[in-house]
């Protein structure tokens, strides 16, 4: 009873799989309309695992989905639209061949059916918390879109929905305090809140001209977007209403026209809203809006004197804290986390929250600042507003929205900088002085004067305030200083890995110092020109390392002393070893420390016998050196040895396995052997900088 | 036509010619002028005649310029005639130069083309003047098409209005002023043309057709496609025949009906449909649509209002977020981050699809001076592409401990002792050291090589105590020590003779009478009792021939010398040392030989043997003899004279093999670089196989003596030492430990460690170089 013979591709793997070509069969529709519906819902391609068995024995690069995505995509009602869209297109088409413009603009506005997704938005995040997972890329597109000029592509109705989306997501982040870190990095502004336990990490590029080179296809980043604002609409949606905010937030556009940016959104909070809402349409009395943000701020601001004397700034910035609203004020005991600290040395520690969040909250709470015009505005206000702090001054030019664009303001208490300090002051500052002159106020401009109690500081110090989540030393970060490198947050060091943060000594193997010292004489002439303005950068972060901790080499110099005598003889005794050539280097080292040692005896006997003492010569810095990394060196080396001869045991399978593993391992290993190799460098010509 | 007899006449005329050369080489003012050779006046001359002919052919000239023409010819005909005075005043007139070449022979067309085209002669001024020789149109351009232009060149043609030419061309001819359209205008206005008169004839009368006025009115009517007849309106106005008018007499005397009094019920009932559905809302007034509101509705509701987690879904795999940035990618990184010279030249020369990182690490001591990222859209364009293009993969990370994967050995410590160093070092020997042997009692050393020599060595100093040259040419490749301790032979082999040695100079005298009277004991046993083989087939030749070296090496304690078939390679005792087994892998048959040293007698124990036998052993304690040939193993019961067993190591060529001192257990070297552990018990496979060796494995070896050791040595110039323990148990499986990697041999021209020996009872072994030395390892 032989079964019926198959027919092939009717069963298995080649029903999982559709290619691309029959799938936008199956659904009747163009390529481009594929590419969006499947942007739109979501659907990737798949490699299949059996690649042969798919394609019916074609091996030719194919893209192949899931059959059964492709199949419920057959019921999307955007499959509908695209057809909708489609025929009245055709109508259009029809319409302004035969010149009727008029025609056509009907059919376009009345016929033209708009594409909604918000039941994909709800298809593809069943849940809020699946939305906020994705809303990483989404933000990254849509900060980049609010900083593009509008095109062909992009409609400049898409880019303000942009802008204005981006900036209500901005003010969530701000009065809910989601903002836990940030990043100046060379690509753009990386910041990463934290929204209902979500880590959120978008990027924002810097405020220039972006290049839109000739390969980039914007109609894929146009529907992209398209998805993206919608999502990122109805995440703002629930973000505000979960605060108790009215969404949308009411704009100004005016204040929007005038570069006001944040300060164009104005939050309101739902009870009033509802009330207006049962009105029906409210009518709002026409103000002027430059009178409404004035009587916001001061709103805003119950305590601080306008009027700009300033006498009182500790009480103010004491009243400026109790000012701060009511969310910070769980100060019961019993909320906060005890500190575990471990009492034998040896166990594990465990990570723990630092700072709580309203105390991260209220970092620059205190402050009033003031930016310069210089430094880049959009984020410091949202950086230091997402910290706490509400008086946020800037540069008139700098756009609307400012606490104060009056530098000689003397509420402020830190000012940002981002401006060289001058050579020569004195003759500037007469002319300042003389400019000065004729105002009511004294205008403070620095860098001809300082006002005093005022801090001065560059942008850096927000970042690292932030990411430390502590205030740092401003000093360091003194307009014109050098400043500290700038860390990435997000770096966690793993073992073995190298680590800026640590003293370049706690986390080298050992000998490996050694070694370094000496390939860094050979190359130290070569590298002092290379490298001298480099190694001025170098500034010790304070705080993050422990200064007194010595080098491995001087904590044990006592057993040190005997070994290095020992070791100092080695050196003559290698010659005497040469003539077993070809020796295995450990046996000649085992050879040599014997001999040694039975030199060292016999000169010790000697001495014994002639009632001398027995001088001790001491070994030069370089011998030392030798010995400390031979020693390591031969201990490695049977390490190695002994690792060797486990794997010669190994089955075939379990090595190769091993190889991979150990590829991974040793690029690694030797990344952050460069790393270290270069920082003892740097160290090394600084040390000899310092000494000169 | 006409022309050429005209021309031939001109030209034929060779009497003339030599007093006119004559004469212009005799007259010295010619020369001063016209720096002409002979051939230059003979084409002058030519070219007058061709300037006739020219002349008179040309139809387009006027009559005055015939009339010159005519002239000319006959000033020329004067000349040629006259004396050689008037030549000067032909070359002023003469305006053309000769170009057809009728006339002229094949040198002087040659010439011509080497020369200018123009010819220098002097005006009526006499100021030099360019005479351009007329281009000859030959067959391949045609230049008939060209539109004769005006050639008087860029003048003013007022200058000639009382001229009846308006300039010359390009030959001085002139050009005469054409004619005008006035005269022919006067001409036709001086003839009267009758009224009505059309050219034609009327073909009834054969009189010319005249035609009047209205006659021509109605033909240019036909002509245009218009109505003939006078007067006729196309468009005439409409004439209302129907009107909505009211007449005063009604057609109908009727009553008017009462629904036309009241409201229609119809009308009423679909008003208040429409009523209906706006009250409902489903009617609603028209409103153009606002952009504004349809975008403030956008997001007006909550989606996630009723959310429900969704299960999780194994085919679902979400988007990888993109990895937060490193310390390299800040604005101001820590200063090792920073490339140096040749990374970023590494970086900048990569393709862009190569490159680890995208972008080069950076340092701005300000934040005001960081610029813009350059590829931002791009890679923002790209990880769109990403997410909707790239087939995502679920991939398990390696989350192992790579030290778990590693099996647990036993610590070396524990299978101590084995040897670790070099000891001592044995130099002397010239060229490869082929084999070496350590004697029973665990004192001397023999080894042979290249050089032909036998050397025994002093194994704990390393000293040479004894040597013998064996052959000049022929290496010694097979040294061994007889196994037995009550005398002491060594048995060695170099090319096709096998010497059996008594080194006397070291041995004590009762020990030396001992191995003398083994080796003496034989002497003569051939003769004394022939062979069983011979008598059958007298003059077969004896596989092996006994016999005394000579006196030379007799001396020196050489004193049996067996001569084989072939080269021997290898030699292997019994353990009882009466017989020893010799290997020589060319001779076929004759490749496998056993030697009995009381006999003095020499077998072939194998009639044929399959496959090139290298290497064969005795078993340690049966009668059984294993025979390796490159692919098999095979074992023979010596006493049944039958085969044992045939083992496969699966080596393509097998290059030595040993016995466990226990007989069970046998390792293999290959030259494909494996060692190969054969449990005779098992399976005719190999138990373990053990690659560890990059070159070539010559020579494997168990300890003789019961410590679990075994050895090897590879071209690789290393020699690797095992812990291979065999367990008397049948239930458990020998255990094989690496141990120790001896190096220290030299590869000398791919050869490494040519052979090793184990002591006999300390873990100590001697192994042979290529580089010429012999190391002692413990």
Known sequence: ?692 | MSVNPRKRKVVTRPAPEPSDSEGELADGLLEGILSHSEDEAADDSDADASSVIEGLSDEEQGDDDEDSDEEHIREEMQNLNTSDSSLRETKGISTHDMDMGTGADGDLDEDEHLKPNYTVTTDAHGNTRYLYREIDPVYDSDDSDVEATNTIGNIDLKYYDEYPHIGYDINGKKIMRPAKGEALDALLDSIDIPKGWTGLTDPQTGKPLNLSEEELDVLKRLTRNEVVEDGYDPYPDMVAYFSGKQEVMPLSAAPEPKRRFVPSKHESKRVMKIVKAIREGRIQPYRPPGEQDEEQDAFNFDVWADEKPRPDNTMHIPAPKLPPPGYEASYHPPPEYLPDKAEEQAWLDADEEDREKEFLPKNYDALRKVPGYETFVKERFERSLDLYLAPRIRRNRLNIDPESLLPKLPNPEDLKPFPTTCAALFRGQEGRVRCVSIDPQGIFVASGGDDGYIRIWELLTGRQVWNAKLSDEEAVDAVQWRPTKDASIVAAAAGEHVYLIVPFTLLSPDVEQASREVLDAGWGYAASKPSTTTNGEAPKQAPGKWSRPGTLLENKGVLVQIEVRSAVKIVNWHRRGDYFATVSPRGQSTAVAIHTVSKHLTQLPFRRLKGIAQTAQFHPSKAIFFVATRNTIRSYDLAKQELVKILQPGAKWISSIDVHPGGDNLIVGTYDKRLLWHDLDLSNKPYKTLRFHKEAIRAVRFHPAGLPLFADASDDGSLQIFHGNVVGDLMQNATIVPLKVLRGHKINSRLGVMHLDWHPREPWCVSAGADGTLRLWC
């Open chain 1, 1 to 692: 009873m032989a079964g019926r013979s198959q027919k092939k591709g009717t069963s298995g793997a080649v029903r999982n799989y559709i290619t691309r070509t029959r799938a936008v069969k199956k659904l009747q529709i163009s390529l481009p309309d594929f590419r969006r519906l499947c942007i739109f819902k979501g659907i990737y391609p798949r490699e299949p695992r059996n690649k042969k068995k798919v394609s019916k024995g074609s091996t030719a690069a194919t893209t192949f989905y899931y059959t059964k995505d492709i199949q419920y995509l057959l019921h999307e009602p955007l499959l509908a639209k695209f057809r909708e869209h489609k025929a009245v297109a055709k109508k259009i088409g029809r319409a302004l061949g035969r010149g009727e413009s008029g025609d056509a603009a009907r059919l376009e506005k009345t016929l033209m059916p708009t594409i909604r997704l918000d039941h994909i938005i709800k298809e593809r995040y069943p849940t809020f918390v699946d939305a906020l997972r994705d809303l990483d890329d989404a933000l990254s597109m849509l900060f980049l879109f609010a900083h593009l000029p509008s095109s062909q592509h992009m409609p400049a109705k898409t880019i303000a929905l942009c802008q204005r989306l981006t900036r209500e997501f901005e003010h969530y982040v701000i009065t809910s305090h989601a903002l836990r870190k940030s990043f100046l990095s060379i690509k753009g502004i990386y910041y990463q809140a934290t929204v209902q336990g979500q880590d959120i990490l978008w990027l924002v590029p810097y405020r220039f001209v972006q290049r839109t080179g000739g390969d980039i296809d914007f109609r894929i980043m146009g529907t992209f977007v398209e998805f993206y604002t919608t999502l990122l609409g109805f995440v703002n949606y629930r973000l505000y209403t979960s605060l108790g905010l009215v969404y949308p937030p009411k704009f100004n556009a005016q204040s929007d026209a005038q570069g006001g940016e944040l300060a164009a959104f104005q939050l309101q909070a739902k009870a009033n809203a509802t009330d207006g809402e049962t009105n029906g349409h409210r009518e709002h009395p026409p103000i002027n809006p430059d009178a409404q943000a004035i009587a916001d701020r001061v709103g805003a601001m119950p305590d601080v004197d306008v009027d700009g004397d300033g006498d009182g700034d500790g009480e103010k910035d004491a009243t400026a804290v109790a000012a701060i609203p009511a969310e910070d004020d769980q100060d019961e005991p019993t909320d906060e986390i005890d500190k575990f600290e471990p009492t034998a040395p040896d166990a594990d520690v465990l990570p723990q929250p630092q700072a709580s969040s309203a105390e991260v909250a209220s970092l620059f709470a205190p402050f009033t600042m003031y930016l310069s015009r210089e430094t880049p505005r959009a984020s410091l206000e949202f950086i230091l507003k997402a910290f706490g702090c509400k008086r946020v001054g800037w540069d008139g030019i700098l756009g609307d929205g400012a606490f104060t664009t009056n530098e000689s303001d003397p509420a402020i208490t830190h000012q940002i900088i981002d401006r060289p300090a001058l050579s020569n002051r004195a003759p500037a500052q007469d002319v300042a002085e003389t400019e000065s002159g004729d105002a009511a106020a004294p205008t403070v401009q620095w860098p001809y004067s300082t006002m005093p109690g005022r801090t001065y500081v560059q942008p850096q110090w927000v970042w690292d305030c932030i990411n430390q989540s502590k205030l740092l030393p401003p000093h360091l970060y003194a307009p014109g200083a050098e400043l500290p490198p700038h860390l990435s947050p997000w770096v966690k060091p793993s073992k073995g890995e190298y680590d800026p943060n640590l003293p370049l000594e706690a986390q080298q193997p050992d000998g490996e110092a050694e070694a370094f010292e000496d390939d860094g004489d050979e190359e130290d002439a070569a590298f002092h020109a290379d490298r001298g303005e480099d190694m001025h950068a170098i500034v010790d972060r304070e705080g993050s390392v422990e200064v007194g901790e010595g080098m491995h080499v001087a904590d044990d110099d006592e057993d040190e002393e005997d070994e290095d005598v020992d070791d100092s003889d080695d050196a003559n005794a290698v010659p005497a070893a040469e003539e077993f050539d070809g020796f295995d280097s450990d046996a000649e080292s085992d050879v040599s420390e014997g001999e040694a040692a039975r030199r060292q005896h016999q000169r010790e006997l000697e001495a014994e016998a002639t009632g001398k003492k027995l001088e001790i010569a001491k070994p030069t810095k370089k011998e030392q050196n030798a010995a400390i990394r031979k020693k390591f060196d031969k201990k490695r080396r049977e390490e190695e040895e002994e690792r060797e001869r486990q794997k010669m045991m190994l089955s075939n399978k379990k090595r190769k396995l091993l190889k991979r593993i150990e590829y991974g391992e040793n690029k690694r290993d030797t990344e952050s052997e460069q790393l270290r190799r270069k920082r003892a460098r740097l160290e090394k010509a600084r040390a000899a900088a310092e000494a000169v």
